[in-house]
């Protein structure tokens, strides 16, 4: 069976900044000698022109060229060898980018319909009701209504020899070759030329196939190039012939009557972009008109979207997967059992995001999740519990804005389905429409009422979708009861719906209707397919900038409803990884996370200080609100910037900018991306400008900062040594081995200095304990403890495996504070203890000299001794030694404040067994 990753590390290659193959093979042997065991690619297949991020592949087929194509892809590969390492990568099998003609498929599809080939390979409805639609693609691409574009000339029909294609600024759309006697039969009858009449009859003629006749189709796909040849010769051979062309093709273009009929004819309808927030026939991803769904549910669709992933697995070129957005996919257990078979059971995790108390079915064949609902249980355990109510009630109080987290979800889930997804929620609608005919008790539910109801139920769903598999007659416990209880919810909040409605919703989406219909079975997998972007829109990507009481909170995979995790629900969530889940991937940050974990590791501490906090923040928003030209200031974007300066700073102008625009159309209050408001977006602009630029307003955030900086560093080494030692295979961010302090895209994704972290990492190995504090600005205190964790799991990886040799157990502390320690032991022979909460301990990393000062000057033992007091954890028998300071300690009850004495956390390994009467707690220095 194939192996799980001992540890990865992320890069996001991205040709803007020139981060290509080839200088991520000249990394390598850093990442190596960092103790990593996979280079953790993002996608690396042929993205559409100027693609930052490789999720909008337009070619499965081939490594991406702007990142260096086939022989740079090949020499990155070979230094991972080389390097002993092994690739993880990153695929997308839910959409592709239609942005042109460089989506082969795609083309061929706008150009030939349901003829083309590779119509079947996307999700797109062919028979929708408008008949104006029907076997037609609408492409919104207009800046105004069509007729108006038309009247101004700005849509033409052009020819690049035997190719013709229609022409709208930057885009181009394909010709269908049935029409095109149009123009070549008066070029025809102008020369008398009989050839060229010939080839256009000849294609007006071209058969009109059908998805179901493949032989009609290779039949038109055969005849239609044998006629582009036959053109493109004539062409060359007579000269005469292509000024007669390009003169009907001109005459074409100055008859506006004429290039409209012309326009109607063809297999796709231009349209104003505006129409697409409605009329779209097919699925996208989430709201993204350019991304269109794939159906990889159709085993020729999988092999010919999979082919070169595949090839690279078999040849042991890659080792792993991570598949984005799976439940995307129609069928998502469906495609992992395939992958799973093609690949020969390859360690693979999806990008599934599980809510609280939602599990991975278990029957999916795969190592777990890429990491989020861990990402979520270990930052909980630095949110402090007892700060909630004043947190509260100050964030309602400082912006006005509603402190009912499931309120602000339901209205932004509800303001997505109704607004953003649109068009998706209408084709669902029309097929339930059709559903309802076959029943007689639903006949006579009217389109409005069954829209209505459609749209309250896809906004009620807690999770991203149910699993049930229509076809096939599977529907799970845990799809019974979500389906269920979306349902009641609906019933609570919506009494004006008919419960009769909502018992036949929940019938039909749970397979208990007597006679089940294909048309029924294919809503129910449609259905399934919605709730995820309704869900992704209307709670991360709007939700999460709405409601800020406490940004740490706000995270992929989090709830910001629910203020932290308990340390029995964080044990217990280990346990039962490290049960069912072992190899799943653990992560703190990723590039869609909405800010860094160290960002969260500071901001959690806000949690401890509520009163202070709130405090701080209404003197800042008082005093900045001249800032805010034009009136009073938006309150509860000043509360969003203020959170985001403490817990990023220092932040300069341009990315505070960058961020607070993003977050303030995220949220969709007063701008957006599609509507922009053009004076507040100026008076924010400004605002951002002002608040940075005032000398005193800069040194109170300062100050209020400096006394958070070194606990938040505590913080974001407990939990970045705790992600690297519980259950699951973690992943390193690029460049989080130091301190990171960055906001969402595109802030996360900016170019990483490796030269740095090369020269640092040279270094860390060798300082002691004293020396790493000392430089702690640096980041070596953090990457030392990254490089001894992952240097052990590669040193003993069967402590962090399944079963009894990776056996997970948690350290029972006792005394005055206990609460605020943390351990766990794996296999027996590994112990990790992080502080928490440590505000309430009033600890921060111990005193440190300058570079240039005495080491021997600083003493962190009386400051441990003082915060922890008689605080203990009892260590499982044997002699131990913490990989970071040196120190020794035998088994027994062991005082928290000997142990991190030196260091804020320890990671002690089982250097002897058990001694037949050792219980004292013995320290010796290396």
């Known amino acids: 069976m194939p192996r799980a990753p001992l540890s990865t590390y992320r890069l996001q290659l991205n040709p803007d900044f020139d981060f290509d193959f080839d200088k991520a093979a000249a990394i390598v042997d850093y990442l190596a000698e960092l103790g990593v065991s996979h280079v953790y690619l993002s996608p690396i297949l042929q993205a559409a022109s100027g693609s930052s991020h490789g999720y909008d592949v337009v070619d499965p087929s081939r490594p991406s060229a702007e990142l260096g194509g086939g022989s740079g892809y090949n020499r990155l590969s070979a230094a991972v060898q080389a390097a002993g390492l092994q690739q993880v990568l990153d695929i997308v099998p839910n959409h592709m980018a239609i942005t042109g ?100 009859t000849a294609y007006r003629r071209l058969p009109a196939a059908t998805r179901t006749d493949p032989d009609s189709m290779a039949e038109r796909s055969r005849d239609a190039g044998v006629l582009r040849e036959q053109l493109r010769r004539l062409l060359t051979e007579r000269p005469a012939l292509g000024d007669a062309v390009d003169k009907s093709l001109s005459e074409l273009n100055a008859d506006i009557d004429a290039l409209d009929a012309f326009l109607e004819i063809q297999n796709h309808r231009i349209a104003f972009w505006r129409t697409a927030g409605r009329d779209l026939d097919y699925r996208r991803f989430f709201d993204i008109d350019t991304l269109v769904g794939v159906r990889v549910e159709d ?68 190592a777990g999740t890429s990491g989020y609902d861990r990402l979520a249980a270990i930052g909980g355990l630095f949110i402090d519990p007892a700060g909630e109510a004043s947190l509260t009630s100050s964030y309602g109080e400082l912006t006005g804005a509603a402190t009912d987290f499931v309120t602000v979800q339901r209205e932004a889930k509800q303001w997505a389905v109704r607004e953003l997804l649109a068009a998706d929620v209408n084709r669902l609608s029309d097929l339930l429409a059709s559903v309802c005919e076959g029943r007689r008790y639903q006949r006579d539910r009217t389109r409005h009422e069954l829209h209505d109801a459609l749209e309250e139920l896809l906004a009620a769903f807690s999770v991203y979708r149910t699993y049930v598999q229509a076809e096939a007659g599977v529907v799970r416990p845990s799809d019974i009861r979500y389906v ?70 706000n995270e992929v995979g989090g709830d910001p409803g629910r203020f ?7 044990h217990d969530a280990n346990a039962d990884a490290h049960s069912r889940w072992p190899d799943t991937m653990t992560t703190l940050s990723t590039h869609d996370t909405k800010r860094s974990a160290d960002v969260r590791a500071r901001l959690a501490l806000l949690s401890e200080i509520p009163q202070e906090w709130a405090a701080a923040c209404a003197h800042w928003m008082s005093d900045s ?63 951002v400008a002002g608040v940075l630029d005032d000398a005193d307003l800069v040194a109170a955030i300062e100050g209020f900062v400096a006394a958070l900086v070194e606990p938040g560093r505590v913080n974001a080494l407990s939990q970045a040594l705790v992600q690297l030692t519980v259950p699951g295979v973690p992943d390193t961010y690029q460049g989080t081995e130091l301190w990171d302090l960055s906001l969402v895209d595109p802030d996360n994704r900016r170019p990483v200095d490796f030269e740095l972290r090369r020269a640092l990492l040279s270094e860390v190995g060798g300082l002691t304990p004293l020396e790493l504090l000392a430089r702690s600005d640096e980041g070596m205190p953090k990457l030392r403890v990254v490089r001894e964790a992952l240097h052990l799991r590669r040193r003993r990886p069967e402590l962090f495996g399944a079963g009894a040799a990776g056996a997970y157990a948690p350290l029972v502390f006792s005394g005055a504070a206990a609460d605020h320690g943390v351990g766990f032991t794996r296999g027996g022979s590994i112990a990790v203890v992080v502080p928490r909460l440590v505000l309430g301990l009033h600890l921060c990393l111990p005193e440190a000299p300058t570079r240039s000062a005495d080491p021997r000057r600083v003493s962190a033992l009386g400051r441990q001794s003082r915060v922890w007091g008689d605080t203990a954890f009892a260590l499982p028998a044997g002699s131990w030694t913490d990989l970071l300071t040196g120190a020794c300690w035998q088994g027994g009850d062991v005082l928290v404040a000997d142990v991190l004495a030196a260091f804020p956390v320890a990671l002690l390994e089982r250097t002897a067994e058990p001694a037949p009467s050792v219980a004292v707690s013995v320290k010796t220095t290396r």
């Open 564 to 570: 932290g995790t308990s340390v029995a629900e964080f």
């Open 299 to 366: 085993p020729e669709v999988f092999d010919d979207t999979h082919a070169q992933i595949l090839a690279w697995v078999r040849d042991g070129v890659v080792d792993g997967l991570r598949v984005d957005h799976p439940d995307g996919l129609r069928d998502p257990e469906g495609y992992a059992r395939r992958l799973a078979e093609a690949t020969g059971g390859a360690w693979t995790v999806m990008e599934k995001i599980l809510e609280h108390g939602e599990d991975l079915p278990e029957s999916w064949p795969v």
């Open 625 to 687: 609100a001249v800032h805010w030209p034009g009136g009073d200031p938006d309150r509860h974007t000043q509360h969003l910037l203020l959170q985001s300066l403490v817990g990023a700073w220092p932040l300069s102008v341009s990315r505070a900018t960058e961020y607070l625009a993003k977050a303030t159309k995220e949220a969709k209050l007063h701008t957006t991306w599609t509507e922009p408001n053009q004076v507040y977006d100026d008076a924010r602009d400004a605002y």
């Open 484 to 553: 269920e209880a979306a349902c009641a919810t609906v019933g609570e909040q919506r009494p004006d719906i008919d419960p009769d409605l909502l018992g036949f919703f929940a019938d039909l989406l749970l397979l208990r209707l007597p006679g089940s219909t294909a048309a029924e079975q294919e809503w129910v997998m449609r259905f399934q397919q919605l709730t995820g972007p309704a869900m992704a829109k209307g709670v991360e990507d709007t939700t999460f900038y709405r409601y800020t009481r406490l940004l740490a909170l």
């Open 101 to 200: 003609p460089e989506n082969r498929w795609w083309w061929d599809v706008l150009e030939n319909g349901p003829s083309s080939f590779w119509a079947s390979h996307f999700d797109v409805t062919w028979d929708p009701p408008e008949a104006k639609l029907r076997n037609t693609l609408l492409m919104p691409i207009l800046g105004d209504h069509y007729g108006r574009v038309l009247d101004r000339g700005e849509i033409t029909v052009v020819r690049d020899g035997p190719v013709f294609s229609i022409r709208y600024f930057d885009h181009r759309l394909p010709v269908s070759p049935r029409t095109l006697e149009a123009i070549l039969a008066p070029a025809a009858a102008a020369t008398g030329d009989d050839d060229l009449a010939f080839i256009g």
